[in-house]
């Protein structure tokens, strides 16, 4: 299973982005799609996921009113809506999938990955 990411840009801090997730072989309205990050030095960290069916979707504490996950059937993606970007929020930016439509905050679950899309935050 192909992911791809693409968005991924410099921008200042409090700027704004949008990151997509698509896929030319997965339909991906059916699957729950998160989204990672993982910035040089450190951990794989989960930031949002959007859940396969209900659409319920969910925000790491460091995100929360700034990001925003959706869904665009028609062009069979997913999107991170990024505003209010901070320094902190610099790191490549992953998109996955586990083939179920339940969301997990644990990448270790999710087994088809993107090539990830680089976000770096500066002045």
């Known amino acids: 299973v192909q992911l791809e990411e693409s968005g991924g840009d410099l921008v200042q801090p409090g700027g704004s982005l949008t990151l997509a997730c698509a896929s030319p072989e997965l339909s991906l309205k059916i699957y729950a799609i998160g989204w990672f990050r993982q910035a040089p030095g450190k951990e794989r960290e989960w930031v949002s996921c959007?859940?396969?069916?209900?659409?319920?979707?969910m925000y790491a504490d460091s995100v929360k009113g700034r990001f925003t996950i959706a869904r665009d059937n028609d062009k069979n993606s997913v999107y991170l809506q990024m505003s209010n970007l901070k320094p902190e929020d610099t790191a490549a930016y992953y998109c996955a999938t586990d083939l179920t439509v339940f969301c997990s905050r644990l990448s270790v679950e999710y087994d088809h990955w993107g090539q990830g899309t680089q976000v770096t935050v500066s002045s």
């Open positions: 959007i859940s396969g069916g209900d659409e319920v979707t």
